[in-house]
């Protein structure tokens, strides 16, 4: 029998729906009802591609004995933390204050009034390295509960009272300046693997923001150690295993230093971060393996995470069928001498197996290798290897593929379209840019409503109950910002005001100009969550000061400006202390220090290829969050295009910064000049 999760929209609750378990959503009927019962809460918080959420599903939730168990003494409550990022963000920063780690799955009992007193992440059904198992943590809660609970009440105050209490400094609302940027440089580099590219030791994840900084920083600046050390990490993770040799597309992390074997599940996310990344190093450089890895990464979205409706699936799955009906991580990437002999015969196994790293040994478990490209002498026939690959490819097709999560989160597909319409303009690809303008269609047809405000997720063309947050109105905007810069089509610059408007009046302190990431209207959790570093994504904190300045740089407007200055203000703080941790903030940060700089391109109505040419140059240009509008003659597309006017007939371009205005070109050399001084 389905319990309460069959009617939900997210894939992680319905893979529980048919648990023993009597699940609940998170929702203040579920609430209530353990208040009318007297039992305290269970709140498992997980996601659909995370490997250890579906080892404890297995071993305990689908357990009727421990199924007994919880339904007699609590009420369960599961949440899909893509969906609540809010739920998810609060305890874990109970779990994080109490234990000192975090995780998923996250476990918190907490008591009828949401307030959380006890915490833990994955329990094991018997004991094991020094763990107690779940069924014993249970029986201690329900002990804890029924005999000392004034005691309970007391630590579940306290825990709620401490987190009230835990307010970052976030220092003034003044942006960073030179120095503040240059300290963030310098503690990068203290940082950073020589060696093997990225930061820090394992495991190593993609460093997509910081890449974006250092990109930034060095097209402002000149610093030629930021760029190489965003051109070899990038060159690093390519070459590694957590790029698909195969498939395009990156894995979430890597489990080693050196980018060798990948945590298997791919996010839409990292993919669309990235994507965008390896087509600014491209801008920026010329390197051809960028531009691979760019187009790649974009078609390995467009292909493997489009969905029906023309938005993009969250994720897949690190775990597939071996072919023997186990479920075992990366089953479906790597591959064994024996498999490439298989495949592609003696000859041509010998071959792939040096061009891609492949050993008897292997690389990952059961001597199988993750393919990657190691550095080595030697030059390879270019047709063989893409003979090769295409065998190849064609032979994983046939595998059991990985689970797909199928929904649609709103933050996520901004980035998403920011990255496919940037890197379809850049490499001639309209069908990138079209995929683009229909994730954008689906999200203003499907998840906006008539007040502009924005759901954060939908699957099926069925839009999820729960509310947008402050990443999805900030990346949503980024996302229709750049498609707005790409098709020169205006209607994108104002949904992306629509969405703005609503992080001034919701969701910033009109006192300190600090941002909240939910809503002043939200529903209230046990404290209203703000978190201002950058993680796997960009906080909404710095998502949003980059879509005010962009916006404010479009428009002239004052407000927007003057909110993303003072959002900028904490990476004025935190900058020079946790660079690796506000990489986007720092790439703002870079674009406030640049101007950024207007361009507006106007030419003839109809086709006009000088302008095309124009408009092409000016995206193209590496300086720092530089805004381009295009549109003809006397258009009302852009604010940028008011009383421009062409010179002798001719297309033309005009730059501004700062209030200042250069001298209008027609000629497309003198205009990539002006952005990349």
Not at 279 to 284: K, Q
Request: include cysteine; glycine fraction near 10%.
């Amino acid at each position: 029998m389905a319990n309460r999760l069959a009617h939900e929209t997210s894939p992680y609750l319905l893979q529980h729906a048919d648990n023993p378990v009597d699940w609940w959503p998170w929702s203040a009927e579920a609430f209530e009802e353990a208040r009318r019962r007297g039992v305290p809460v269970l709140l498992s918080v997980g996601y659909s591609s995370c490997h250890w959420c579906h080892v404890m599903a297995h071993e305990s939730f689908e357990d009727q004995a421990t199924a007994d168990y919880l339904n007699e003494h609590f009420l369960s409550v599961k949440v899909d933390r893509e969906e609540r990022p809010d739920v998810d963000a609060v305890y874990m920063e109970a779990v994080q204050a109490a234990t000192g780690q975090g995780g998923w799955p996250m476990t918190v009992f907490l008591t009828p009034d949401a307030e959380p007193f006890y915490f833990g992440t994955y329990f094991p059904p018997a004991p094991r390295h020094g763990m107690p198992s779940f069924r014993q943590v249970l029986e201690g809660v329900r002990h804890a509960w029924t005999d000392r609970r004034e005691e309970v009440a007391e630590v579940a105050g306290k825990i709620v009272r401490d987190l009230a209490g835990r307010e970052i400094s976030y220092g003034d609302d003044v942006a960073p300046g030179e120095q503040e940027l240059s300290q963030a440089l310098l503690g990068l580099t203290r940082e950073y693997d020589p060696q093997r590219g990225g930061f820090g030791g394992a495991p190593k994840f993609p460093p997509s923001m910081v890449i974006e900084f250092l990109l930034r920083h060095h097209a402002r600046t000149g610093a030629e150690g930021a760029l190489q050390m965003a051109r070899d990490t990038c060159e690093r993770m390519a070459r590694g295993g957590i790029y698909d040799q195969l498939g395009g597309g990156f894995a979430r992390y890597s489990v080693d230093r050196d980018w060798i074997v990948p945590h298997f599940e791919k996010m839409l996310y990292d993919n669309a971060l990235l994507c965008r990344v390896y087509a600014h190093l491209w801008r920026a450089t010329g390197s051809e393996l960028a531009r691979r890895v760019a187009l790649e990464t974009a078609d390995f979205m467009v292909r493997e995470l489009r969905t029906a409706e023309g938005g993009f699936a969250s994720a897949l799955d690190a775990d597939s069928d071996d072919g023997t009906g186990r479920h075992v991580e990366g089953a479906y990437y790597v591959w064994t001498p024996g498999q490439l002999t298989e495949v592609l015969g003696a000859e041509d196994a010998q071959a792939a197996a040096q061009y891609f790293g492949v050993t008897e040994s292997g690389t990952f478990e059961e001597g199988a290798s993750v393919l990657q490209l190691p550095q080595q002498e030697g030059v390879f026939d270019a047709e063989k290897v893409a003979s090769i690959k295409e065998r190849l490819s064609a032979a994983r097709a046939a595998r059991p593929a990985p689970g797909r999560d199928d929904k649609v989160v709103a933050a996520w597909n901004g980035l998403a379209i920011a990255a496919l319409a940037e890197t379809g303009a850049y490499f001639d690809r309209p069908d990138l840019v079209d995929a683009a303008v229909a994730a954008a269609d689906l999200l203003v047809r499907l998840h906006l409503d008539d007040r502009a405000r924005l759901a954060r997720t939908s699957k099926d063309g069925h839009v999820g109950a729960n509310a947008g947050v402050l990443e999805d109105y900030a990346d949503v905007a980024e996302g229709f910002l750049a498609l707005a810069s790409v098709t020169g089509e205006g209607v994108w610059l104002e949904f992306a005001g629509f969405l703005l408007d609503h992080v001034l009046v919701r969701f910033a302190d009109p006192e300190s100009g600090a941002l909240y990431d939910t809503a002043a209207d939200a529903e209230r959790l046990i404290r209203r969550p703000q978190d201002p570093t950058d993680n796997a994504v960009p906080s909404g904190w710095s998502a949003a000061a980059g879509a005010l300045l962009s916006y404010a740089a479009h428009t002239g407007s004052e407000p927007h400006r003057t909110a993303a200055e003072r959002a900028s203000g904490v990476v004025k703080a935190l900058g020079p202390r946790v660079p690796r941790f506000i990489g986007w903030g720092l790439a703002v940060a870079e674009a406030l220090l640049d101007g950024p700089r207007e361009v507006a391109v106007v030419g003839r109505a109809g086709g006009d290829p000088a302008a095309d040419e124009l408009h092409r140059t000016a995206l193209l240009g590496t300086a720092p969050g530089a805004v381009v509008a295009r549109g003809a003659l006397d258009s009302e597309e852009f604010p940028l295009l008011a009383d421009r006017v062409l010179v002798e007939g001719a297309a033309t371009a005009y730059v501004c910064r700062g209030f200042v205005c250069d001298l209008p070109t027609t000629d497309a050399d003198a205009l990539r000049d002006r952005l990349t001084r």
